[in-house]
């Protein structure tokens, strides 16, 4: 059985995979922002795994959206999945958050909290 079982402290790593930025148009949208989600751990992360994406803003952020996806098994990754917003929406840039709720927490222990965000600063549109 020694084998037979993951290696390392036995705790998922979910981290934000980055994806694409597609914008159809700037004065009408939508802009379609594709992103994955990895698992670098030594374990699979069971239930379902929240994603949330937030607009940044000078005055703070603003809650778009929350997806999820279902189990990760370590060592495996997921990807296709895409956010869909309006291009005045955007704010300053974005962010992906991986395993967050919308409420800044999520539902898993990781042995790395840092690599959960996929950030893209600036505007898309003039």
């Not at 379609?32 to 374990?43: E, T």
């Not at 996806?69 to 992906?96: A, M, S």
Request: aromatic share 6%; with cysteine.
């Amino acid at each position: 059985m020694f084998r037979a079982r993951p290696p390392g402290d036995g705790l998922p790593d979910l981290a934000a995979v980055a994806g694409e930025v597609c914008i159809a148009s700037c004065d009408h949208g939508p802009v379609k922002v594709s992103w994955g989600v990895a698992n670098q751990g030594h374990a699979d992360a069971a239930g379902l795994i929240s994603v949330a994406l937030y607009a940044d803003h000078a005055d703070g952020e603003t809650l778009l959206a929350v997806q999820n996806i279902g189990e990760l098994r370590y060592g495996t990754q997921v990807g296709g999945e895409t956010f869909e917003i309006d291009p005045e929406d955007w704010g300053d840039g974005i962010r992906i958050v991986v395993d967050d709720d919308g409420t800044g927490t999520g539902d898993h222990d990781e042995c790395d909290e840092a690599n959960n965000i996929w950030e893209i600063a600036g505007t898309i549109c003039p």
